[in-house]
């Protein structure tokens, strides 16, 4: 039997993201270090994720509590110590109590109703995991997320009422048309509420994120390939 000593493609790809990362850093004047790269591991099979891994990579995103409950526990705390696991999908509230046991991040509070269900949970649970709130950037029914000109309202709330700590706003912006309009307004409410993390940045548009302060970027395709 010959065994492949080539790299396996998704962490050959992996590394390909982390050097376009750095070299989009330097040309928006900003430090190599400045962005965090979650790999969008939702869908993907073992196989592909692993060699990331290998790789040295720690941070991956799940769009589905179940579904990463079932791939990570068996290798959470001993395989691949340092695992910073996001929740990057919605929230559903009968879910929020394995989501804040499980996640140390998660990037979609989007609702009065899953803000209290989190807090309910953080409280039985004695833990909370670093919170983002979601924003509907382009106000498009078909997404979640809090609306632009509610987002300070909101914000405010899950400090008052719900004794939340927001870290950070994600948004996904429309697949048409520039995306650095939307990305400025981001930093608007994030300079506003002195929220210090901004999760924007996929695979097609990291580069322009970086350009817009994101300092957490979200890219799957680019190194797993499509689902």
């Given at each position: 039997?010959?065994?492949?000593?080539?790299?396996?493609?998704?962490?050959?790809?992996?590394?390909?993201?982390?050097?376009?990362?750095?070299?989009?850093?330097?040309?928006?004047?900003?430090?190599?270090?400045a962005?965090?790269?979650t790999?969008?591991?939702?869908?993907?099979?073992?196989?592909?994720?692993?060699?990331?891994?290998?790789?040295?990579?720690?941070?991956?995103?799940?769009?589905?509590?179940?579904?990463?409950?079932?791939?990570?526990?068996?290798?959470?705390?001993?395989?691949?110590?340092?695992?910073?696991?996001?929740?990057?999908?919605?929230?559903?509230?009968?879910?929020?109590?394995?989501?804040?046991?499980?996640?140390?991040?998660?990037?979609?509070?989007?609702?009065d109703?899953?803000?209290?269900?989190?807090?309910?949970?953080?409280?039985?649970?004695?833990?909370?995991?670093?919170?983002?709130?979601?924003?509907?950037?382009?106000?498009?029914?078909?997404?979640?997320?809090?609306?632009?000109?509610?987002?300070?309202?909101?914000?405010?709330?899950?400090?008052?009422?719900?004794?939340?700590?927001?870290?950070?706003?994600?948004?996904?912006?429309?697949?048409?048309?520039?995306?650095?309009?939307?990305?400025a307004?981001?930093?608007?409410?994030?300079?506003?509420?002195?929220?210090?993390?901004?999760?924007?940045?996929?695979?097609?548009d990291?580069?322009?994120?970086?350009r817009?302060?994101?300092?957490?970027?979200?890219?799957?395709?680019?190194?797993f390939?499509?689902?």
């Amino acid at each position: 039997m010959v065994i492949s000593t080539q790299p396996a493609a998704s962490a050959v790809a992996y590394a390909r993201i982390v050097a376009q990362m750095s070299k989009a850093l330097k040309l928006a004047g900003r430090p190599s270090g400045a962005a965090n790269l979650t790999a969008v591991s939702k869908n993907q099979p073992w196989e592909v994720i692993e060699p990331v891994l290998l790789a040295g990579h720690r941070t991956f995103g799940e769009n589905r509590v179940q579904e990463a409950i079932e791939r990570w526990e068996p290798v959470h705390d001993d395989t691949y110590p340092g695992l910073d696991l996001r929740l990057i999908g919605p929230l559903q509230s009968n879910k929020a109590e394995e989501a804040v046991g499980f996640f140390d991040v998660i990037e979609t509070v989007d609702r009065d109703k899953i803000a209290r269900a989190i807090a309910d949970a953080a409280q039985k649970k004695g833990r909370c995991p670093r919170l983002f709130v979601q924003v509907n950037i382009g106000e498009e029914p078909q997404k979640a997320g809090i609306l632009p000109n509610e987002a300070d309202t909101f914000l405010q709330k899950t400090v008052r009422e719900y004794g939340l700590t927001i870290e950070g706003l994600m948004c996904i912006p429309p697949v048409d048309g520039p995306k650095g309009p939307y990305y400025a307004l981001m930093q608007k409410i994030a300079a506003r509420n002195e929220i210090s993390h901004l999760s924007y940045g996929m695979s097609d548009d990291f580069e322009v994120a970086l350009r817009f302060g994101s300092n957490e970027i979200r890219v799957g395709t680019a190194i797993f390939g499509s689902r």
